[in-house]
């Protein structure tokens, strides 16, 4: 039981272009919210959170959006550089009731120069 | 500090055998776990401790894998007997609090021939 789901599996933009990432929970449960970017043969590394009690948080280029009646969030990427070319892992969990942190399946970013 | 480390990087087996990987979390944090990447399902948790002590292993697949935190600096997981199904890419990540943010060792890519 996937429960949190990351539709797509890779993504390619243009250099200066939005990336959109999205992904999907069904666990109502599920307060807070992270994103992680991995690149190859590294570990993933947090990138940005939201906490259910907003809808939007942005760090710089990044920003989570939060839809909370949709069980849906995304990331945006802009402008979108070459050196964010990743796979990115969306993550979810109860804050408040367990260190339990479940993650999507990621999607490959591809950002071509 | 040098972060989350894992042992080995990589493992070639064959089936059958028994396989160990290693952690050893960040000083300070109370918190590890170990993961598993595979195409199919993203990151999986398999297990997490706090204070050295198992708190959740319903992600373990199966009675082959077992895992152990001696103490705080250092934990293993263990494959007996390993299998072809289990070859996927292992991370341990550690965190000091429950509400901070995980950080991942470079993982350990496991292929079971």
């Known amino acids: 039981d996937q429960q949190v789901k990351q539709n797509s599996p890779s993504l390619s933009v243009q250099e200066g272009r939005i990336s959109i990432l999205n992904c999907d929970y069904t666990?109502?449960?599920?307060?807070?919210f992270l994103w992680y970017k991995k690149y190859p043969a590294e570990g993933p590394t947090f990138l940005i959170s939201?906490?259910?009690?907003?809808d939007k948080n942005e760090d710089g280029r990044f920003t989570v959006f939060l839809n909370k009646s949709a069980k849906h969030l995304s990331l945006h990427i802009v402008p979108s550089q070459p050196g964010d070319s990743a796979v990115y892992f969306c993550?979810?969990?109860?804050?408040?009731?367990?260190?339990?942190?479940?993650f999507g399946e990621g999607t490959q970013l591809t950002v071509n120069p | 500090d040098a972060g989350v480390i894992q042992s080995p990087r990589h493992e070639v087996t064959e089936m059958g055998q028994e396989v160990t990987l290693r952690c050893k979390p960040i000083?300070?944090?109370?918190?590890l776990f170990w993961y598993r990447q595979t195409m199919m399902r993203g990151l999986e948790l398999l297990i997490y401790?706090?204070?050295?002590?198992?708190?959740?292993d319903s992600g373990m697949p199966e009675d082959r894998f077992s895992a152990k935190m001696p103490n705080a600096s250092f934990s293993t997981l263990k494959i007996q007997p390993s299998e072809p199904r289990d070859s996927a890419v292992y991370f341990c990540?550690?965190?000091?609090?429950?509400?901070?943010?995980?950080?991942f060792g470079s993982g350990t890519q496991l292929s079971v021939l």
């Open positions: 990540a550690s965190r000091r609090a429950l509400r901070e943010k995980l950080f």
């Open positions: 666990n109502s449960m599920f307060d807070y």
């Open positions: 939201i906490s259910s009690i907003k």
């Open positions: 993550a979810a969990k109860e804050e408040t009731s367990g260190s339990r942190l479940t």
């Open positions: 000083s300070g944090h109370n918190s």
């Open positions: 401790f706090n204070n050295n002590v198992p708190i959740d």
